[in-house]
């Protein structure tokens, strides 16, 4: 009978895991970001300090992630594995943020110049094209880090068990998304950032 490497085994034991965690956290953003403080009857004022903060997050998490790629094309696998768990916190810091700026806050329309809540055809004007720029890089973010979440967490559940070569294979998908997610997250804030209610 043929024996099961206990790192493999491993793996194994996360795929569940990775699975409810994958499903989860996209539903449980989507049901919260519906969800207003004010409609339960908590007067909260917005927490608009958030946004530039949870942008620089992102930022930074791109910046942490190139480092990672470094350290580890250098051979220096602690300081990779610093920086990769590093990475994850700085992601789920900035999700928790996300979700608390968007259950105090209205959600912003892109060219609402006089900040009303409604962009009207003169504003639909002023903005042009930029408004399907926006939008593409909205989508393809939002999209991609739904997409990022199984691949990040398989990943790294392949560093854990020591599964080098198969880390290394799924570590080339998950490297460009998760940069594409981090940097279009800081592009998203300021093309957004003007028209934050004032």
């Given at each position: 009978?043929?024996?099961?490497?206990?790192n493999?085994?491993?793996?194994?034991?996360?795929?569940?895991?990775?699975?409810?965690?994958?499903?989860?956290?996209p539903?449980?953003?989507?049901?919260?970001?519906?969800?207003?403080?004010?409609?339960?009857?908590?007067?909260?004022?917005?927490f608009?300090?958030?946004?530039?903060?949870?942008?620089?997050i992102?930022?930074?998490?791109a910046?942490?992630?190139?480092?990672?790629?470094?350290?580890?094309?250098?051979?220096?696998?602690?300081?990779?594995?610093?920086?990769?768990?590093?990475?994850?916190?700085?992601?789920?810091?900035?999700?928790?943020?996300?979700?608390?700026?968007?259950?105090?806050?209205?959600?912003?329309?892109?060219?609402?110049?006089?900040?009303?809540?409604?962009?009207?055809?003169?504003?639909?004007?002023?903005?042009?094209?930029?408004?399907?720029?926006?939008?593409?890089?909205?989508?393809?973010?939002?999209?991609?880090?739904?997409?990022?979440?199984?691949?990040?967490?398989?990943?790294?559940?392949?560093?854990?068990?020591?599964?080098?070569?198969?880390?290394?294979?799924?570590?080339?998908?998950?490297?460009?998304?998760?940069?594409y997610?981090?940097?279009?997250?800081?592009?998203?804030?300021?093309?957004?950032?003007?028209?934050?209610?004032?």
């Amino acid at each position: 009978m043929e024996s099961i490497n206990p790192n493999q085994n491993l793996e194994q034991k996360f795929s569940k895991f990775i699975i409810v965690v994958s499903v989860l956290i996209p539903v449980v953003v989507a049901v919260l970001f519906s969800v207003k403080l004010k409609d339960f009857g908590y007067e909260v004022e917005p927490f608009s300090f958030l946004p530039p903060i949870y942008a620089t997050i992102n930022g930074i998490t791109a910046l942490v992630l190139v480092l990672a790629v470094r350290a580890i094309k250098n051979g220096n696998q602690k300081l990779h594995e610093r920086l990769m768990t590093m990475a994850i916190c700085l992601s789920v810091l900035f999700l928790v943020m996300y979700v608390a700026y968007h259950m105090t806050a209205d959600s912003t329309v892109f060219g609402d110049l006089d900040h009303d809540g409604v962009r009207s055809a003169a504003e639909t004007d002023a903005v042009g094209a930029t408004r399907f720029v926006y939008l593409f890089i909205l989508l393809t973010h939002i999209l991609l880090s739904i997409v990022i979440i199984p691949l990040v967490l398989i990943t790294y559940v392949r560093a854990l068990a020591e599964r080098f070569d198969r880390h290394r294979k799924i570590a080339r998908i998950t490297f460009p998304i998760w940069l594409y997610v981090a940097v279009t997250g800081v592009v998203v804030y300021l093309m957004i950032s003007p028209y934050y209610a004032q």
